[in-house]
C-alpha cells in the first residue's frame, strides 16, 4: 500500500513536472501599432484660455527625442508649435503593423520577454518651464473608429520621410504633395492646473 502512494505521488510529480516544462516552451508572439489619426490638441488655463507659445517635443521611453516617429512632424530640431488657433496638429502616418515583440513563461510563472508596446510621451513647454506631459499611447485608445470622424490630407514627402532621407531629396521633391489619406480626427483638450 505504501509502495503504491509513493508510485502515485511520483506519477504526480513527473506529470506536474512535465507540464511546467512544456507550458515554458509555449511563446506568444504579439504585435501593434497605433492608429493612423490627425491629432489636434488644446492645452488651456484654469479660466479656459489657451495657453499660447508652447511648442511639443516626443520623447521615447528613456526620455530622448523620438524623431519623426509617432508623431510624423516632430524632428528635435523643429518641435511641433501650436497654429493660430491654439492647437497642436499632428499626424501618426502609419498604419498597420508597427510593433511587436514575443514572450515566454518560465516553468509557467515568470515572464520572460517582451510583453509592452513602446512607450512615447508628449511634452509641452514654454522658455524651459515643463506644462505638461502626456502619454502619447492614450491620446486615442478610448476612440471608437467607426464613430470617429474622419479627415482626407495630402501631406508633402517633407511631412512623411526622416531626415535621413529628406537629405538625399531635392527641395523639389520635399515639397511634393502625396496622394491623399483618410485620418481619424483625434481632438483633445486638456486643462493645466
Known amino acids: 500500500m505504501k509502495n503504491r502512494w509513493k508510485f502515485t505521488l511520483k506519477a504526480i510529480g513527473a506529470i506536474a513536472l512535465i507540464g511546467v516544462v512544456v507550458s515554458s516552451q509555449i511563446t506568444t508572439v504579439w504585435d501593434g501599432g497605433f492608429r493612423r489619426a490627425e491629432y489636434r490638441l488644446r492645452l488651456l488655463n484654469q479660466d479656459g ?30 518641435p511641433v508649435l501650436q497654429n493660430s488657433e491654439g492647437e497642436f496638429v499632428f499626424h501618426q502616418t502609419r498604419d498597420g503593423i508597427q510593433f511587436g515583440g514575443s514572450y515566454w513563461k518560465l516553468f509557467g510563472l515568470v515572464t520572460i520577454g517582451n510583453r509592452k508596446a513602446p512607450s512615447y510621451v508628449l511634452r509641452f513647454s514654454k522658455d524651459g518651464r515643463d506644462y505638461k506631459e502626456l502619454p502619447f499611447g492614450a491620446l486615442d485608445s478610448d476612440i471608437d473608429v467607426n464613430t470617429t470622424p474622419k479627415v482626407h490630407r495630402a501631406l508633402k514627402t517633407c511631412e512623411l520621410v526622416t531626415p535621413a532621407v529628406a537629405k538625399n531629396l531635392t527641395e523639389e521633391e520635399l515639397n511634393e504633395v502625396g496622394e491623399e489619406i483618410e485620418f481619424l480626427l483625434v481632438e483633445r483638450t486638456f486643462v493645466i492646473q
Request: glycine share 10%; no cysteine.
Open 49 to 78: 484660455i489657451p495657453l499660447d507659445g508652447l511648442q511639443m517635443d516626443v520623447l521615447n521611453g528613456v526620455g530622448k527625442p523620438a524623431e519623426h516617429y509617432p508623431v510624423a512632424e516632430y524632428f528635435s530640431a523643429k
